[in-house]
């Protein structure tokens, strides 16, 4: 498969999946002489070679994987959601964002946010809210707020290519994100409920490395909302073989992420007791840690 699919004036370079890191859709927009990049979280050449210009990058949402390469972007302006932008422009509202309280956590974490993913602060020039436009009118993305992964989770609607970024609402395997303290289950569900009703010819998200028509997408949305409910049934079954189970021993049934991955793996198994812990909340159920 090409590294990049042009549509209209929009490039898209897809995001590659190379060992543990993880990479993002990135969308390069052409306009007279200006170039837009949103999210540069690819790894291709041509990518890199953008950098050497002043340019405007444009990030949908706070997370690493969308913001891999902004620290090439030495030359540029960057915009992001308002919701989003304290956590780009700070790692300490990014770590706060995350949820990590834990003194020693929150040093570990920062040293891999910034040896391995190379995820710099950047001050952000101009920031953007639902049905704005990004930047300009003139450039014709228009902002749609899809919040719940995180609360500034923006979805774009490129007008010159009748082309809708949905971002991470990604329609994988896995299912809906909500592993930050700012994630919000209820609200990820609205904003997949919102992408149902979205006029517009085709759609993409930040992971999958195709382009969809509204036929096609559908089906796929129902899909990937239907895993919040498969949780949640396999939480409860679980509470009712054993109410007394805490969070810490639900996380070890592998309900969210599979039981293997999460062996040795004390990221994801903080993620896998954030999300637990949301469905708790939701379902109003109190269990010891
Ligand atoms: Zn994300």
Do not use: C
């Not at 090439?72 to 990014?94: C, Q, R, V, Y």
């Amino acid at each position: 498969m090409e590294d990049h699919t042009k549509i209209e004036n929009i490039t898209i370079f897809w995001g590659r999946h190379k060992g543990p890191l993880i990479y993002s859709n990135t969308f390069v927009i052409e306009h007279g002489n200006t170039t837009i990049i949103v999210d540069p979280g690819g790894e291709s050449q041509e990518l890199k070679k953008l950098s050497d210009q002043k340019n405007f990058v444009v990030n949908t949402h706070f997370h690493g994987d969308h913001r891999r390469l902004n620290y090439l972007f030495t030359k540029s302006d960057f915009f992001a959601p308002e919701l989003d932008a304290p956590m780009i422009e700070s790692h300490k509202h990014f770590i706060d964002a995350v949820g990590i309280t834990d003194e020693e956590l929150r040093e570990q974490w920062l040293n891999v946010v910034k040896t391995i993913y190379h995820i710099t602060e950047h001050r952000i020039s101009g920031t953007f809210n639902n049905d704005e436009y990004v930047i300009d009118k003139k450039y014709g993305i228009k902002v749609i707020a899809l919040p719940g992964h995180t609360k500034g989770h923006s979805g774009f609607y490129f007008e010159n290519a009748s082309l809708t970024l949905i971002t991470d609402i990604d329609l994988t395997d896995f299912g809906p994100w909500y592993g930050n303290e700012v994630s919000d289950i209820d609200t990820f569900l609205e904003s997949i409920d919102k992408v149902r009703h979205i006029n517009s010819q085709y759609f993409i998200t930040s992971h999958s490395n195709r382009i969809y028509s509204k036929e096609q997408l559908l089906p796929l949305l129902d899909k990937f909302a239907a895993h919040v409910q498969r949780r949640e049934k396999a939480l409860l079954a679980l509470l009712k073989s054993d109410s007394n189970l805490s969070l810490d021993e639900l996380a070890t049934y592998g309900i969210i992420y599979s039981r293997n991955t999460l062996i040795n793996n004390p990221a994801l198994m903080f993620f896998e007791k954030k999300m637990l812990e949301k469905h708790l909340k939701k379902l109003g159920i109190k269990t010891g840690v």
